[in-house]
């Protein structure tokens, strides 16, 4: 096992909503609960979060709640993905600020861009480490293994989170970096969770966790 702390299981969380969508508080509570007993950490603001139709005010509580519920028991991984790298900056130092732990970015889905560029600018700003996610499904781009092994050397950039379904992708991310000390892999393809981590991954974000 490696010797650090961006491995195991972690649950990206669906965010509880009153009629009024506003955070349902205690429902964050529980749910965190849940997570941290069964010795899960919770992932808050992506995908399975429906990050993106969530204001900035909605993300504040809910990190904050999360981190609130978490009570340093784990790690809390919390979301700053966008289209405007000034927003994505500010966020990650807002929920550092708050107490969030790793910070976890798509590219940018509506303009091309330079990807190893926008990774460096973002990763340099964020105040705590960032984890790289790899989700081509929803932002229609893949992100290239030589750009993510260019990034994989940058030293707040912790790991990658990847769930494209690909097994010769994920083959070749696992004989890239499942020896790296500082550099996980994470896998986000649920059905291929149990083999991936038979091949070096170094742990699963199930959406159906």
């Known amino acids: 096992m490696k010797n650090n702390p961006y491995q195991g299981v972690?649950?990206?969380?669906?965010?509880?909503?009153?009629?009024?969508?506003?955070?349902?508080?205690?429902?964050?509570?529980?749910l965190v609960g849940l997570l941290v007993d069964a010795g899960a950490s919770p992932f808050v603001a992506g995908t399975t979060g429906e990050a993106a139709s969530l204001s900035a005010a909605q993300k504040e509580v809910l990190v904050e709640e999360t981190v609130r519920a978490v009570a340093g028991r784990s790690l809390v991984y919390a979301g700053i993905s966008g289209n405007s790298l000034p927003e994505s900056v500010e966020a990650a130092r807002h929920f550092a600020g708050l107490g969030a732990d790793v910070l976890v970015a798509t590219v940018p889905s509506y303009y091309p861009l330079a990807v190893l560029r926008y990774f460096e600018d973002l990763a340099g700003a964020c105040p705590v480490p960032l984890i790289i996610y790899n989700i081509p499904a929803t932002t229609h781009y893949s992100i290239p293994l030589d750009v993510l092994d260019q990034l994989s050397h940058h030293p707040n950039i912790a790991g990658l989170k990847?769930?494209?379904?690909?097994?010769?992708?994920?083959?070749?991310?696992?004989?890239?970096?499942?020896?790296?000390?500082?550099?996980?892999?994470?896998?986000?393809?649920?059905?291929?969770?149990?083999?991936?981590?038979?091949?070096?991954?170094?742990?699963?974000?199930?959406g159906t966790g």
Do not use: C
């Open 10 to 30: 972690i649950v990206p969380m669906a965010t509880p909503l009153k009629e009024d969508y506003s955070i349902d508080r205690e429902a964050v509570g529980r």
């Open 162 to 206: 990847d769930s494209e379904q690909d097994r010769d992708r994920l083959d070749q991310a696992l004989m890239r970096w499942r020896e790296r000390e500082d550099f996980n892999h994470l896998t986000g393809w649920g059905a291929l969770s149990l083999y991936a981590l038979q091949k070096g991954s170094d742990g699963i974000v199930p």
